[in-house]
């Protein structure tokens, strides 16, 4: 036997899709996270759908240890070393310009105080020729004090490294001399070889906070699979939404930093291609958060950088938008007005309706005591919901409200969807995107029970929700494809460009590319690369990322005109206008390898006969409808709401006036009255 396995490790469940290679069967099934081991959560969700780890023949997971270490602030203690005179470059960044309009602004505070910042004698110049050498003793000193005072990891950001890493490669074998393996050495020009001196460092800094945590947690759970008899190699998630196998995110942790939500996003991709549809908005509620990315034109929606939590970051990266709103997300008073989140009960004790020790009204109590849950087979029936402590959770607050406990539960959904819809709004009307134009593709374990409504929010006439739509992030990580990113800083103004030379650095990354996907075990003919190239008009300070054809085009008659169009057209599409006649500059190479593996079918439906658990009183708008509960498996033909589809993972709920179906792959199509 032959099974292909993906695990998505939320804040409240832990998620595991395994693909069975021979038959084509897909299975799914969650087990609650455990946050003080969560190995544990892991291997008991895993135990759920198969028994032998040495059947399985590609394992990949999704982890948010790095991304929880910096919003919990419990990363490692880093000391950095700067070239002589530039050690306030990140303490200073870029001031407080991003919001300075904002007056209770304040900037977040940097990972590493400025008593921990150390300099390093010598210089390069802007291109990269050597002025003065290396300081090694200042090196050598920085390596001692990092020793001696118990730092976690040394990270190194010199000037002009990005052109001539020489003078970082020589500090870092020092480092490692004086350190040895148990302190992490992060070189910036290894994390972000781009230009930006602060974004560089802020790159480098995060990579040696979030490294110590993942390394320990990728470290430990190879090791614990091959005591079970794993015997492939474990790939993790990047936040490009790529693959890449352990042993290389242990080297650069930072790619991992969200590992987990982007497996929603790739699931996305899929789903759009099977759907034949160019554009969709992903939403993935969870238990703890609510996570928007979009598919564009059949791809992911990737950025050369991004801010977390205030820190930029350079590094390709899904356009993800989080905020604190997901099944577990509490309810409260402040100011006489009801609020919702960020604030989530989490695994332990979670909802009051888990019947672990939680009294505080969460988002599913109320779904709970509105009825649109069956308390008997939540989860797939893993898990029996306690209505008389959600009702209770749930009637406490309302009375703090002077409220009818029903319409308090009703509001408390609406808050979190309002919540939501504004989320989505994020990522597409302020950027000029119309949502109406797109599918919502409703995924997570709460995701489906409140997707028709933030549509109706939105003005969207379709939702999609796939089979196991909990366990869909994890099933998006089997459709991902290993990706490997290079770059190559190529500042050229028009007027000087020589294609042949740009051709040249493009053939070079290429092979670049390729070998890395050759090391992580990609056959030769499933191996390809995309090029592409940083411009802007001259005097802009960001940049646009323009696709090349080929690493050859820009050898060829006419390139300069070609790509100076396709800049106008991208700049028209991102900003609502071009200059056609400006000049422009080139500032960036980028390669992108992808190795693909075979595509799993989606997951359908089983061939039994749809069975209807029974009917409930169910709240709408108010209004109490008696309501027909599904199980999914044999759902067929036309479903007219109000309904409960319930299913191993997830809870979809179809409200009155919404018309739902299943089509050939097995995705619940809904039809939303706006």
Not at 22 to 49: H, I, N, Q
Not at 566 to 581: D, F, L
Request: contains cysteine.
């Amino acid at each position: 036997m032959s099974y292909r396995v993906a695990m998505d490790i939320g804040g409240t469940f832990t998620d595991v899709v395994c693909y069975d290679d021979t038959t084509g069967a897909v299975t799914a099934s969650k087990a609650p996270t455990t946050p003080g081991d969560l190995a544990e959560g892991v291997f008991a969700a895993l135990g759920r759908v198969m028994d032998d780890p040495s059947e399985i023949s590609f394992f990949v997971h999704g982890t948010t240890q790095g991304l929880n270490a910096l919003l919990e602030r419990k990363g490692a203690r880093v000391l950095l070393l700067a070239s002589g005179g530039a050690r306030d470059v990140y303490r200073i960044a870029r001031g407080n310009r991003d919001r300075m309009f904002d007056l209770r602004y304040r900037k977040p505070e940097p990972l590493v105080p400025r008593r921990d910042v150390m300099e390093a004698g010598g210089r390069l110049d802007y291109r990269g020729r050597e002025l003065q050498p290396l300081d090694e003793e200042s090196v050598r000193a920085a390596g001692r004090r990092a020793r001696a005072e118990g730092f976690d990891a040394v990270s190194v950001c010199l000037l002009f490294s990005y052109v001539n890493p020489d003078h970082e490669l020589r500090a870092g074998r020092i480092l490692r001399e004086e350190l040895g393996d148990d302190v992490l050495v992060v070189l910036s020009h290894e994390v972000a070889r781009e230009w930006r001196e602060y974004e560089r460092t802020s790159s480098a800094v995060l990579e040696a906070y979030t490294g110590p945590v993942v390394r320990r947690y990728l470290a430990g759970i190879e090791r614990r699979f091959s005591e079970r008899g794993l015997g492939v190699p474990v790939h993790v998630m990047q936040s490009s939404g790529g693959l890449v196998n352990a042993s290389y995110a242990m080297r650069r942790p930072l790619q991992t930093l969200l590992s987990g939500p982007v497996g929603g996003t790739m699931g996305g991709v899929a789903a759009a291609r099977l759907l034949g549809r160019d554009n969709a908005i992903c939403i993935d509620m969870g238990g703890t958060s609510f996570d928007v990315s979009l598919v564009v034109d059949g791809r992911p929606d990737v950025s050369a950088e991004a801010s977390i939590e205030g820190h930029p970051v350079l590094m390709p990266i899904v356009n993800l938008h989080t905020i604190g709103a997901g099944g577990g997300s509490i309810a409260y008073a402040e100011a006489d007005a009801l609020r919702v989140g960020p604030e989530s009960a989490g695994a332990d004790p979670g909802p009051a309706c888990y019947g672990r020790g939680g009294t505080r009204a969460t988002v599913t109590d109320a779904n709970a005591a509105l009825g649109r849950v069956d308390p008997a087979w939540f989860a797939g029936g893993l898990m029996t919901l306690d209505a008389e402590a959600a009702g209770a959770a749930v009637a406490e607050l309302a009375g703090r409200l002077r409220l009818d406990p029903l319409e308090l539960a009703e509001g408390v959904c609406a808050v979190a969807n309002a919540k939501m819809a504004q989320a989505i709004r994020t990522l597409t009307v302020e950027h000029g995107v119309e949502p109406r134009e797109f599918a919502l593709v409703a995924f997570g374990g709460a995701g489906p029970m409140h997707a028709a409504f933030i549509a109706r929010e939105l003005g969207i006439s379709e939702v999609v929700v796939p089979r196991f739509p909990g366990a869909f992030s994890a099933w998006g990580m089997l459709e991902a494809d290993v990706r490997r990113d290079l770059t190559d800083p190529y500042f050229r103004p028009r007027d000087v460009l020589d294609g042949g030379d740009m051709s040249q650095r493009l053939v070079a990354l290429e092979r670049e590319a390729l070998d890395a996907l050759d090391a992580q075990g990609v056959p030769e003919e499933r191996r390809r690369v995309e090029h592409a190239v940083d411009m802007r008009y001259e005097g802009q300070d960001y940049t646009l990322t323009i696709p090349l054809r080929d690493a050859t085009e820009p050898a060829q008659a006419g390139f300069l005109e070609c790509v100076a169009a396709r800049y106008a057209e991208a700049h028209t599409s991102r900003y609502g206008h071009a200059t056609p006649e400006a000049p422009v500059e080139f500032v960036m190479l980028r390669s992108t390898g992808f190795g693909s593996f075979p595509r799993t079918a989606a997951p359908a439906a089983g061939a039994e006969a749809p069975q209807e658990i029974g009917v409930r009183d169910v709240i709408f708008d108010g209004e109490v409808h008696r309501t027909p509960v599904l199980r999914r498996a044999g759902l067929d033909g036309e479903l007219a709401g109000p309904a409960i589809v319930v299913e191993e993972t997830a809870t979809t709920v179809v409200p009155p006036g919404c018309l739902a179906s299943v089509d050939d792959n097995g995705f619940l199509i809904m039809k939303v009255n706006t």
